[in-house]
Structures are given as C-alpha cells and as structure tokens.
C-alpha cells in the first residue's frame, strides 16, 4: 500500500517537469517562427539602401530573399525599381495573400537589374520581395517603390 502511494506521488511529481518542459518547448518555438519571417515596413519614402545575406530567406534555388512591407492604395500605378552590383536582381510584388501580383527579373536598360510595373487593383498591404536570381548571391541592393502619376 505504501509502495502504491509513493508511486501515484511519483507520477503527480513526474507530471509537473513534463508540462513546463511542453511549455517551455512551444514558447521558444513561437519565437523561433517569429523570428525566421519578419519583413520590414519600408520607410516614408519607399526607398531603401540594404543588403542581402545568407541569413536572409532561402528561396529553395540557391539563392536569398528580403521581403519589405508597403502600403498601396487601389488604383495606383506603382513602379519598383531594384538596382544592384552584387547579384542579378529579381523583384517579386505579393498580395496580402501571399500570391504573386507580379514579378521582373531584368529591366529594359538590358542590365540584371529589375523594374516592374503594375496596377494596383486592392487597397492593402503588400509585400515587395528583393532577391537575387537562382544562385547569383548576396550584396549590396537600392530598392524604390514610386507612385505613378498621371502626366
């Protein structure tokens, strides 16, 4: 009998180091996914000055994405322009969904750099997506998104 008392105490006593462990497990998990995808709002002045590295999102072809966070009304007619001497750029434009919108890998100029056009058709939060194109690197990047007006 005492020997079955002492096992039920050594099972409540088992229980509690089980559960902070499971808690504590899927606290560091949430800031862990937390910290893998955090795009950045883009300034003001939708321009920015950065760099891609390895510790940016793995594209699954060998290469890195930074995303960035722009506000787009519906209606605009918008023009991102991705410049770099690093890596042949590639600019990606999602939706608030995660679907692709539009994307440019070369601009007209005929360098690796990329400018997209496009009209925006809903007002939200969209993501601007710098990437270099299959495995060509990492670098030094010029990002602007303008607002196109009317002549």
Known sequence: MVVKASLIKLKHLLLIPSTLLTLSIGTYSALAQSKLYNPMALPPSNEIVDKLTENDIPTGMGGFARDYLV???????????????????????????????????????GTTNALLFTRIATT???????????????????LKVSRLRPA
């Not at 750029?89 to 919108?101: E, F, K, N, Q, Y």
């Not at 939060?125 to 990047?141: H, I, K």
């Open 71 to 109: 506000k787009l009304n519906r209606g605009d007619n918008v023009a991102i322009d991705l410049t770099s001497d690093s890596f042949d750029a590639m600019v990606t434009l999602l939706s608030t969904d995660g679907a692709t919108i539009s994307e440019n890998d070369d601009g007209p100029d």
């Open 124 to 142: 939200g939060t969209y993501v601007v997506r710098v990437r270099a194109f299959g495995e060509t690197g990492v670098g030094n990047f010029k």
